[in-house]
């Protein structure tokens, strides 16, 4: 005979898988990088000057490509995002963040699953969300969930 849980059965196990995340791999590397990033004056000083760079291109951008500082600006944009990415403590805490969000995703789409296939979870990660609706053609394909 199946046992029904109750509603602080549910919330306490809820609690213990919490718990559990948080002694993973992925979130204590989430943690650390995450500490050394915000420790890093190298790093928050690039931030705070990527900011600055990005607030003076959404001022322009209003006028679109034809103000004349736009092709400068924009420019200047994209080359401090790409040296923000490869500065080693921001891309070290992007990979710890993309990978606790991914556990995440996956424990997300188990619950989900485990109720109903059919139940349509968004993880931003087209592997998945093409899994989260009836396993297939994925939502807004008309795959095999018959969402339009």
């Given at each position: 005979?199946?046992?029904?849980?109750?509603?602080?059965?549910?919330?306490?196990?809820?609690?213990?898988?919490?718990?559990?995340?948080?002694?993973?791999?992925?979130?204590?590397?989430?943690?650390?990088?995450?500490?050394?990033?915000?420790?890093?004056?190298?790093?928050?000083?690039?931030i705070w000057e990527f900011n600055k760079l990005k607030d003076k291109f959404?001022?322009?951008?209003?006028?679109?490509?034809y103000h004349p500082d736009y092709a400068t600006l924009s420019k200047e944009?994209?080359?401090?995002?790409?040296?923000?990415?490869?500065?080693?403590?921001?891309?070290?805490?992007?990979?710890?963040?993309?990978?606790?969000?991914?556990?995440?995703?996956?424990?997300?789409?188990?619950?989900?699953?485990?109720?109903?296939?059919?139940?349509?979870?968004?993880?931003?990660?087209?592997?998945?969300?093409?899994?989260?609706?009836?396993?297939?053609?994925?939502?807004?394909?008309?795959?095999?969930?018959?969402?339009?």
């Open positions: 005979m199946l046992k029904v849980a109750t509603h602080t059965e549910i919330i306490t196990d809820s609690m213990t898988l919490a718990d559990m995340i948080l002694q993973s791999e992925q979130y204590h590397q989430y943690k650390s990088t995450k500490k050394a990033l915000q420790m890093d004056f190298t790093a928050e000083e690039m959404e001022e322009v951008q209003r006028f679109g490509k944009v994209r080359e401090m995002k790409r040296k923000l990415d490869l500065y080693d403590p921001i891309a070290s805490f992007k990979k710890a963040e993309k990978q606790l969000e991914e556990l995440l995703n996956e424990i997300s789409l188990m619950i989900a699953h485990a109720v109903s296939d059919k139940i349509k979870v968004p993880t931003g990660n087209p592997f998945f969300d093409s899994m989260s609706c009836g396993g297939g053609g994925g939502c807004g394909a008309g795959g095999s969930c018959g969402c339009k």
